[in-house]
């Protein structure tokens, strides 16, 4: 380790200013150079403050994100560097501040391009929904291959321990405390996130990371959209000194399918033959309108940026999943997506 004092820095700034340094290392012999590792260096401070959101560098930041998986039609995961350009110019002209990568690391060539534009990314490991009981060793050793691979990377401020994970509830809660604990001895200076998708904030597989996320369809698997209010109203009340954050939430869009009134339903994903544009963009606005008035939100994810690939199932009308904002080829930009885009997230954040 050498320590070294930088007078005056330029700080890392988001998308307002991503500055970077970059520091050189080399093992030299004599005047020849054998080796070389150039990595980038941002200098940033960022804080989730509960009830109030998230600072970088004391300047408070707005966190309005999008999730993204890494597959396109016809490539699976095999993206070219034109590709993740091509996913982060488009996320970067919906609004969108901040990335979920679900549920996976990603592309090395996304991280540095997510620092250099200036996105605030969370990276999280493949410990969903599913357990078995033999993921320990696994998944401590992607959740030190991710950190550790990662760790100069000024754009991320959390890593994510699980997405979803259920019972048995015992082994859970054991393996996700030895996750946390893990990261932190990795890297002290970072966050960690658990997500629940028992829509329960104290439930006890999700308590043992700093932050809780949550993932919450109102409208689409349980109630109508607008109870995403009355359920944002509560959780204020009831857990304001938590860090929460909406970690997703969506609603298929099929651009095949168009309806010309839609109302206040409920439980679209009971009908999987019918995905109308028109639900999916009214959904994301009423719950853009939710988090800008409930502050207990540090973070939002909607999902998904682009639609992806799913297991073929009787409640797919291909083996995909529709709650893109954009095509799985990245052709189509949807009608949430223009609506949203027109609308202005910023504007719903601060109006």
Same mark, same amino acid.
């Given at each position: 380790?050498?320590?070294?004092?930088?007078?005056?820095? *330029?700080?890392?700034?988001?998308?307002?200013?991503?500055?970077?340094?970059?520091?050189?290392? +080399?093992?030299?012999?004599?005047? @020849?150079?054998?080796?070389?590792?150039?990595?980038?260096?941002?200098?940033?401070?960022?804080?989730?403050? &509960?009830?109030?959101?998230?600072?970088?560098?004391?300047?408070?930041?707005?966190?309005?994100?999008?999730?993204? *998986?890494?597959?396109?039609? $016809?490539?699976?995961?095999?993206?070219?560097?034109?590709? *993740?350009?091509?996913?982060?110019?488009? =996320?970067?002209?919906?609004? #969108?501040?901040? %990335?979920?990568?679900?549920?996976?690391?990603?592309?090395?060539?996304?991280?540095?391009?997510?620092?250099?534009?200036?996105? %605030?990314?969370?990276?999280?490991?493949?410990?969903?929904?599913?357990?078995? @009981?033999?993921?320990?060793?696994? #998944?401590?050793?992607?959740?030190?291959?991710?950190?550790?691979?990662?760790?100069?990377?000024?754009?991320?401020?959390?890593?994510?321990?699980?997405?979803?994970?259920?019972?048995?509830?015992?082994?859970?809660? /054991?393996?996700?405390?030895?996750?946390?604990?893990?990261?932190?001895?990795?890297?002290?200076?970072?966050? &960690?996130?658990?997500?629940? $998708?028992?829509?329960?904030?104290? *439930? #006890?597989?999700?308590?043992?990371?700093?932050?809780?996320?949550?993932?919450?369809?109102?409208?689409?698997?349980?109630?109508?959209?607008?109870?995403?209010?009355?359920? #944002?109203?509560?959780?204020?009340?009831?857990?304001?000194?938590?860090?929460? =954050?909406?970690?997703?939430?969506?609603? /298929?869009?099929?651009?095949?399918?168009?309806? /010309?009134?839609?109302?206040?339903?409920?439980? +679209?994903?009971?009908?999987?033959?019918?995905?109308?544009?028109?639900?999916?963009?009214?959904?994301?606005?009423?719950?853009?309108?939710?988090?800008?008035?409930?502050?207990?939100?540090?973070?939002?994810?909607?999902?998904?940026?682009?639609?992806?690939?799913?297991?073929? @199932?009787?409640?797919?009308?291909?083996?995909?999943?529709?709650?893109?904002?954009? @095509?799985?080829?990245?052709?189509?930009?949807?009608?949430?997506?223009?609506?949203?885009?027109?609308?202005?997230?910023?504007?719903?954040?601060? %109006?």
């Amino acid at each position: 380790m050498q320590d070294f004092n930088l007078t005056n820095p *330029h700080l890392w700034q988001g998308l307002e200013d991503p500055y970077l340094y970059k520091v050189v290392t +080399q093992l030299v012999d004599g005047n @020849t150079v054998l080796d070389e590792v150039i990595q980038p260096l941002g200098l940033r401070k960022f804080e989730l403050r &509960t009830g109030e959101g998230f600072f970088l560098n004391d300047i408070k930041y707005p966190m309005y994100g999008v999730t993204r *998986h890494q597959d396109r039609w $016809g490539k699976g995961s095999a993206l070219s560097n034109a590709d *993740h350009d091509e996913d982060l110019a488009i =996320i970067k002209e919906i609004g #969108a501040t901040t %990335i979920r990568l679900a549920h996976y690391q990603q592309s090395t060539c996304f991280y540095e391009k997510c620092d250099s534009i200036g996105f %605030i990314v969370w990276a999280e490991i493949p410990f969903v929904n599913r357990v078995t @009981t033999l993921e320990e060793a696994n #998944a401590k050793q992607q959740l030190t291959e991710l950190i550790r691979q990662n760790y100069n990377h000024p754009s991320i401020y959390t890593w994510g321990l699980h997405n979803e994970v259920y019972t048995p509830n015992a082994y859970t809660i /054991e393996l996700t405390t030895k996750l946390n604990d893990l990261a932190k001895t990795e890297d002290p200076y970072r966050y &960690t996130v658990q997500v629940s $998708g028992y829509n329960v904030i104290n *439930h #006890a597989v999700n308590n043992n990371a700093d932050i809780q996320g949550i993932n919450h369809y109102f409208g689409w698997y349980n109630g109508v959209i607008r109870d995403v209010d009355k359920w #944002a109203d509560q959780i204020s009340k009831d857990f304001k000194d938590y860090k929460i =954050i909406f970690s997703e939430y969506g609603a /298929e869009a099929n651009p095949s399918h168009q309806q /010309e009134v839609v109302g206040d339903v409920g439980n +679209q994903w009971a009908n999987p033959a019918f995905f109308p544009e028109e639900f999916s963009t009214k959904f994301h606005e009423i719950h853009w309108g939710t988090i800008k008035r409930h502050p207990i939100f540090l973070a939002s994810y909607l999902w998904n940026t682009f639609d992806f690939a799913t297991p073929i @199932t009787a409640l797919n009308v291909e083996p995909r999943n529709y709650k893109g904002l954009v @095509t799985f080829d990245r052709k189509l930009k949807k009608d949430p997506f223009i609506g949203i885009k027109l609308t202005g997230v910023k504007n719903l954040y601060y %109006i």
